[in-house]
């Protein structure tokens, strides 16, 4: 399975009444994407510096970060994604392909991609960060949509988002702890944004923020270590 995207993403924080004022507006300009809600669980990987993620925190024009992920909760035999993203300038890419949970979260280096070409370009690309292995465990409960006319557009929702940084694997725990109480909304589109959807944002001063759920996390574990 090969997998490559380009687009821009624009992420937004908002509270709880701005989330239900903004879903009652866009009710007439979108629907509920083929997949509409799901429990998406997701390992971040970084070196023993954590310089991928110290890096999304300090906001540069260029990032990149490496994560596994699944739309549900995966076992060691389940096949997840693999995700490569980069972010030059707002617009983002992403190699994607597939391979074993266990595997991939024992040791990338050496487990097998479904498409090895995207695999090689993933540990390549690692070279610079020397050794990497599984650092952050995210979870959230995702509503997506897309437009009813470009169905290009796709907004998602994250709510419930939590983190930890020890036992990793992709499905929930008891010793999750909250990100964030706001909902996440990330805009997702091939070009410009509709006009519809920018006075929609200006009427509620919807605005967006730059918002990391793994740098958010790493920072609040950094803070209760340090208490």
């Given at each position: 399975?090969?997998?490559?995207?380009?687009?821009?993403?624009?992420k937004?924080?908002?509270?709880?009444q701005q989330?239900?004022?903004?879903l009652?507006?866009?009710?007439?300009?979108?629907?509920?994407?083929?997949?509409y809600?799901?429990?998406?669980?997701s390992?971040?990987?970084?070196?023993?510096?954590?310089?991928?993620?110290?890096r999304?925190?300090?906001?540069?024009?260029?990032?990149?970060?490496?994560?596994i992920?699944s739309y549900?909760?995966?076992?060691?035999?389940?096949?997840?994604?693999?995700?490569?993203?980069?972010?030059?300038?707002?617009?983002?890419?992403?190699?994607?392909?597939?391979a074993?949970?266990?595997?991939?979260?024992?040791?990338i280096y050496?487990a097998?991609?479904?498409?090895?070409?995207?695999?090689?370009?993933?540990?390549?690309?690692?070279?610079?960060y020397?050794?990497?292995?599984p650092?952050?465990y995210?979870?959230?409960?995702?509503?997506?949509y897309?437009?009813?006319?470009?169905?290009?557009?796709?907004i998602?929702?994250?709510?419930?988002?939590?983190?930890?940084?020890?036992?990793?694997?992709?499905?929930?725990?008891?010793?999750?702890?909250?990100?964030?109480?706001?909902?996440?909304?990330?805009l997702?589109?091939?070009?410009?944004?509709?006009?519809?959807l920018t006075?929609?944002?200006?009427?509620?001063?919807?605005?967006?923020?730059?918002?990391?759920?793994?740098?958010?996390?790493?920072?609040?574990?950094?803070?209760?270590?340090?208490?």
């Amino acid at each position: 399975m090969k997998e490559t995207f380009r687009r821009f993403e624009k992420k937004y924080l908002l509270t709880e009444q701005q989330y239900q004022m903004l879903l009652e507006k866009l009710k007439d300009y979108v629907e509920p994407d083929m997949f509409y809600e799901s429990k998406i669980r997701s390992i971040y990987y970084d070196n023993e510096r954590f310089e991928m993620i110290r890096r999304s925190i300090e906001k540069p024009e260029y990032k990149e970060k490496l994560r596994i992920r699944s739309y549900d909760e995966a076992a060691d035999d389940d096949m997840v994604f693999v995700e490569f993203k980069k972010k030059l300038d707002g617009i983002v890419y992403k190699r994607r392909t597939k391979a074993r949970c266990a595997d991939v979260i024992d040791d990338i280096y050496t487990a097998d991609f479904v498409d090895e070409q995207i695999g090689n370009e993933i540990k390549y690309a690692l070279n610079y960060y020397g050794k990497v292995k599984p650092a952050v465990y995210i979870g959230c409960t995702r509503t997506s949509y897309v437009g009813k006319q470009d169905k290009r557009l796709r907004i998602t929702f994250d709510r419930d988002i939590a983190y930890r940084m020890k036992d990793l694997s992709l499905r929930s725990d008891k010793n999750d702890k909250a990100v964030t109480e706001m909902t996440v909304m990330e805009l997702k589109i091939p070009e410009a944004m509709p006009l519809w959807l920018t006075q929609i944002l200006d009427e509620l001063k919807v605005y967006p923020h730059s918002f990391s759920k793994v740098g958010t996390a790493f920072l609040s574990e950094v803070r209760r270590i340090n208490l």
